[in-house]
């Protein structure tokens, strides 16, 4: 069996599928939203970099936010479900393979650290004035504290017991932390080197103990698919993805949201897309964390047109998130049956991410009430509403597209 040849297949295929989807995502609208959006975040950014002095901590921040890139750590191995059954006789001529999955998962979350790194660099440069050397240095100990850790990663994937890989992430993440650290902040290079002693030590315990265990296909296999779904659920914000399959938990804590709904043939539909949402993973999980994300940031900045920014930032990615709801019964048939006119369910559909949107600017605009900032909560609330008129109009053309 060629392996080499085996995995130039799947990598090339894996772009393929990339691509086929970033050029929907991409598109002119939002590029010119990303653009416009990250364009006013660099320029507060700036602003706010220059207003601090060498008592903030941006030693201990960088450490927390590359600690925890560093240690996430997911392999592109490029799996399929039959592999567990066609490829698992030949795992021991599977080492080429694997080897080269770990080395592209390196390479693209090493970009990213990069691209980490760089935002860092002027908050890091103006308090502690770092030079470019210093810099260099941290990111060469980014990758190779990558390296290690997408190393460790693979050795504990070999074990049965799925507890072992939380407890490994946790022990990984304190450990890298420290290194960052102490790098960061100059500190003594002993205080490094004993650190990065005790990773190594890890690792070399990683590499002896699994040293008599085999790989664990189907949970590869797993890893592997929630890594693709996680791409296609943002693909499928903008086109179809036949390859989505969603996931539905009962969430009996949240029906007493349902009551609000009147019982009636009038609200059919918003009965239907209400249960939807609540059920579905896809949607009310990643809407909730945006919320969060989207409140802790604003918690974080103190400048209104950032409070702007960040509010339509996530407004839009809430609102993209949740349009796709539309097509969840689209090939139901019994839904077709319902003897109510067509335009209703479109209605229904708007109304619930609206509501759901007014929900998300109100929790923003008490935020920012709560940190004393009248002017941004006024302004964030106004923007809010401005923003789901517009969106009503948008959606109503957006549906009938899909």
Same mark, same amino acid.
């Given at each position: 069996?060629?392996?080499?040849?085996l995995?130039?297949?799947?990598?090339?295929?894996?772009?393929?599928?990339?691509?086929?989807?970033?050029?929907?995502?991409?598109?002119?609208?939002?590029?010119?939203?990303?653009?416009?959006?990250?364009?006013?975040?660099?320029?507060?950014?700036?602003?706010?970099?220059?207003?601090?002095?060498?008592?903030?901590?941006?030693?201990?921040?960088?450490?927390?936010?590359l600690?925890?890139? !560093?240690?996430?750590?997911?392999?592109?191995?490029?799996?399929?479900?039959?592999?567990?059954?066609?490829?698992?006789?030949l795992?021991?001529?599977?080492?080429?393979?694997?080897?080269?999955?770990?080395?592209?998962?390196?390479?693209?979350?090493?970009?990213?650290?990069?691209?980490m790194?760089?935002?860092?660099?002027p908050?890091?440069?103006?308090?502690?004035g770092?030079?470019?050397?210093?810099?260099g240095?941290?990111?060469?100990?980014?990758?190779?504290?990558?390296?290690?850790?997408?190393?460790?990663?693979?050795?504990v994937?070999?074990?049965?017991?799925?507890?072992?890989?939380h407890?490994?992430?946790?022990?990984?993440?304190?450990?890298?932390?420290?290194?960052?650290?102490?790098?960061?902040?100059?500190?003594?290079?002993?205080?490094?080197?004993?650190?990065?002693?005790?990773?190594?030590?890890?690792?070399?315990?990683?590499?002896?103990?699994?040293?008599?265990?085999?790989?664990?296909?189907?949970?590869?296999?797993?890893?592997?698919?929630?890594r693709?779904?996680?791409?296609?659920?943002?693909?499928?914000?903008f086109?179809?993805?036949?390859?989505?399959?969603?996931? !539905?938990?009962?969430?009996?804590?949240?029906?007493?949201?349902?009551?609000?709904?009147?019982?009636?043939?009038?609200?059919?539909?918003?009965?239907?897309?209400?249960?939807?949402?609540?059920?579905?993973?896809?949607?009310?999980?990643?809407?909730?964390?945006?919320? !969060?994300?989207?409140?802790?940031?604003?918690?974080?900045?103190?400048?209104?047109?950032?409070?702007?920014?960040?509010?339509?930032?996530?407004?839009?990615?809430?609102?993209?998130?949740?349009?796709?709801?539309?097509?969840v019964h689209?090939?139901?048939?019994?839904?077709?049956?319902?003897?109510?006119?067509?335009?209703?369910?479109?209605?229904?559909?708007?109304k619930?991410?609206?509501y759901?949107?007014?929900?998300?600017?109100?929790?923003?605009?008490?935020?920012?009430?709560?940190?004393?900032?009248?002017?941004?909560?006024?302004?964030?609330?106004?923007?809010?509403?401005?923003?789901?008129?517009?969106?009503?109009?948008?959606?109503?053309?957006?549906?009938?597209?899909?």
């Amino acid at each position: 069996m060629n392996s080499q040849g085996l995995w130039k297949e799947r990598y090339i295929l894996y772009i393929q599928e990339m691509q086929k989807y970033l050029r929907y995502i991409f598109n002119g609208h939002l590029v010119f939203v990303m653009v416009l959006v990250l364009g006013g975040l660099a320029y507060y950014y700036s602003d706010w970099v220059k207003t601090l002095d060498g008592d903030f901590p941006a030693e201990l921040i960088m450490a927390f936010v590359l600690g925890i890139l !560093v240690t996430r750590s997911p392999i592109n191995t490029f799996l399929k479900e039959p592999d567990t059954v066609f490829l698992l006789p030949l795992e021991t001529k599977m080492k080429s393979y694997f080897k080269n999955s770990l080395m592209v998962s390196w390479v693209m979350q090493g970009f990213l650290l990069l691209i980490m790194l760089i935002v860092f660099v002027p908050l890091y440069a103006k308090v502690t004035g770092a030079s470019g050397k210093q810099l260099g240095f941290i990111l060469v100990v980014l990758l190779v504290l990558k390296y290690l850790n997408l190393s460790m990663r693979w050795h504990v994937l070999k074990y049965q017991d799925v507890s072992v890989s939380h407890w490994d992430s946790i022990l990984r993440l304190v450990l890298n932390g420290v290194i960052l650290y102490f790098v960061c902040s100059r500190a003594h290079i002993l205080y490094v080197l004993v650190t990065f002693v005790l990773l190594i030590g890890l690792y070399l315990y990683y590499r002896s103990a699994t040293k008599s265990l085999v790989l664990k296909w189907e949970r590869l296999v797993e890893l592997e698919n929630k890594r693709m779904t996680s791409f296609y659920r943002i693909a499928n914000m903008f086109t179809d993805v036949p390859h989505l399959k969603g996931k !539905v938990a009962r969430r009996k804590w949240m029906d007493w949201l349902l009551a609000f709904i009147p019982y009636g043939e009038k609200s059919t539909y918003n009965y239907l897309y209400a249960r939807t949402l609540l059920r579905s993973n896809d949607y009310v999980g990643l809407c909730i964390r945006l919320t !969060v994300i989207g409140g802790i940031i604003l918690m974080v900045f103190t400048n209104i047109w950032a409070h702007l920014i960040v509010t339509f930032l996530f407004l839009f990615m809430t609102a993209l998130q949740l349009l796709p709801v539309w097509k969840v019964h689209e090939w139901k048939v019994w839904v077709s049956l319902y003897p109510l006119p067509a335009k209703m369910r479109e209605a229904a559909v708007i109304k619930l991410i609206s509501y759901f949107l007014l929900f998300e600017a109100v929790l923003f605009s008490l935020i920012l009430l709560i940190k004393g900032e009248w002017v941004s909560t006024l302004a964030v609330l106004v923007l809010g509403i401005i923003f789901i008129l517009g969106f009503k109009k948008y959606a109503t053309k957006k549906i009938k597209n899909f």
